[in-house]
């Protein structure tokens, strides 16, 4: 096992607390000293529920360990239904917890309680989150599915609409809740009926409805897929292999879905900006622009198509910390003539961002804190989540609105850049000339220079300005001043940086310009 400050999945049983925090009437009771109860907060601060998840831990202490823990995890399982009394409860234990063994399946079944009981083995040494969250809901699934629904199909199948499920959308997951109505209006206008929304929003009742859709469409194949195959066998449904997100896949995808639905029926038009946007004047700046792409496999894999499709970049790096999706994404890279990084120590993924010298970075919080510290544009597309990426408004990923929002939260980032590119251009233009106030504030004179640049005007002035490591001369001084007002403070931290790495102990005009082609590159 490896210490580490920052990881891309958390354990199993996190997995497993998703989708029960997604479902309805599931409550799961997991085998866990005090300390786990942290993964409470993932949902309360990152996902700003309002609520805490429905989970109940057996909180055993360090002075337990020689006693009965096996009796505090019974007195837990029976106190939580008697509390809240779930249609269904899932049971297992966290990471620690695994080590003493004490078997929360077999004790759960002994409490007989009398409403289902699923118990979770999640080797926590060897699987990650996603792996957690799609084995739990595939023996819930397995436990709950009713065997005939698959008959009540078959016997109504002439006189109903065809109909489907959409499986995969959990707490916790990367704009999941925006994408399921965005995908379902897609449908509906299709005509398609959608039977069973899951895990996000269900109930043991749903999920043992799921066998009488026609098809299932399979949003996030991480936590989807399995459960998915499963179905197939069991039920015979067919289930979608396009993820929706782009215009060139919402196009596939609803071509898709009318096949498995057998119908015939015109999509209409088209709600999307992006492509016209992608070919608009102002866009065209982009085209070739080199990016980098990593995230968990059917994000990153969506967003390299699309920025190579339909923004016209170029693909230099695509990856995933996915190990369980590594060979669909080494297939999409091969696409770009690349080799894919397959790996979950961000400490590699920063490594190759720096060799590669992206000019756009899309991937988790992680990459835009790597891209941050590397000084290049970047935007989220994938898990792991923050707390900006559950934003108030809707905020989807998949099909046309989604392929909207794409197009501006990855083209903005850019156009700062394309700012700074004007401010060079025009640096020396009369309006950024000093005793010039900025136009917004209309054409009054600038107010004067700050008393600090005041003292370094001073012809015996060649010293360092207040928390300056380095002196700067009168003529670099005067040089910056030129720099437009609201690029000036970096301007000068930029250089005062480079001279500290390189023993520069003065700060010339030279040093200026230096610094500046150092950072440019
Ligand atoms: S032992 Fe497992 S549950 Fe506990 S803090 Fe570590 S990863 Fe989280």
């Known amino acids: 096992m490896q210490l580490t400050l920052w990881t891309y999945e958390g354990p199993p049983h996190v997995g497993a607390m998703r989708i029960a925090a997604s479902m309805t009437g599931v409550h799961y009771v997991l085998h866990a000293p005090q300390g786990d109860t942290y993964a409470d907060l993932l949902f309360t601060m990152i996902e700003r529920r309002d609520s805490r998840p429905p989970v109940t831990y057996s909180t055993f202490q360090a002075r337990d360990l020689g ?94 609409p065809p109909s489907c499920n959409i499986l995969g959308a959990t707490a916790l997951g990367f704009r999941n809740r925006d994408d399921v109505p965005e995908v379902r209006r897609i449908l509906e206008r299709l005509g398609i009926e959608v039977r069973v929304v899951a895990p996000l929003g269900a109930t043991a009742a749903d999920i043992a409805r799921l066998g009488e859709a026609d098809f299932n469409v399979v949003l996030y194949p991480e936590i989807a897929q399995r459960t998915a195959d499963w179905l197939k066998r069991t039920f015979g449904q067919p289930m979608t292999t396009v993820v929706p997100i782009g215009v060139g896949a919402t196009r596939d995808f609803i071509a898709e879905v009318k096949t498995l639905a057998g119908i015939d029926k015109s999509f209409g038009r088209e709600q999307t900006r992006l492509p016209w946007y992608a070919r608009s004047v102002d866009s065209t700046y982009l085209t070739g622009k080199r990016v980098f792409v990593f995230g968990d496999a059917t994000h990153a894999i969506a967003a390299a198509r699309v920025a190579s499709r339909e923004l016209g970049f170029e693909v230099v790096g695509l990856g995933t910390y996915s190990r369980e999706f590594a060979r669909e994404v080494r297939a999409a890279a091969a696409g770009y003539g690349i080799e894919a990084l397959i790996t979950d120590d961000y400490l590699d993924v920063e490594a190759h961002v720096a060799s590669l010298q992206p000019e756009l970075v899309l991937g988790s919080q992680m990459e835009r804190h790597i891209a941050k510290r590397l000084g290049i544009p970047a935007a989220v597309i994938s898990a792991p989540v923050h707390v900006q990426d559950f934003p108030a408004r809707t905020s989807p990923q998949m099909g046309f609105e989604g392929a909207n929002v794409l197009f501006d939260t990855w083209v903005h980032p850019l156009m700062m850049g394309l700012e700074e590119h004007l401010v060079t251009m025009f640096r020396d233009d009369f309006e950024f000339g000093e005793g010039r106030a900025p136009s917004h504030l209309g054409h009054a004179p600038a107010p004067a220079a700050p008393a600090e640049v005041q003292a370094t005007e001073s012809p015996a002035a060649a010293a360092p300005a207040a928390g300056s490591p380095v002196p700067w001369t009168l003529d670099a001084e005067k040089e910056l001043r030129k720099v437009p007002f609201f690029v000036r403070g970096k301007a000068r931290r930029n250089t005062e940086a480079y001279a500290g790495t390189r023993g520069i102990a003065l700060i010339t005009v030279e040093t200026l310009y230096d610094a500046k082609a150092h950072f440019g590159r």
Not at 92 to 98: L, N, P, Q
Not at 134 to 158: I, K
């Open 67 to 160: 006693g009965d823990t096996a009796e505090l995890f019974k007195t837990a399982a029976r106190q939580a239904y008697e509390r809240f009394r779930p249609d269904v409860m899932l049971v297992g234990a966290s990471c620690t917890a695994e080590l003493i063994q004490d078997d929360p399946g077999g004790l759960a079944r002994a409490l007989a309680l009398p409403i289902p009981v699923v118990p979770l083995e999640l080797p926590a040494y060897q699987k990650k989150e996603n792996w957690g969250a799609a084995e739990t809901f595939l023996q819930l699934v397995r436990a709950l599915a009713a065997p005939g629904a698959r008959a009540e199909r078959s016997a109504s199948v002439s006189s109903r």
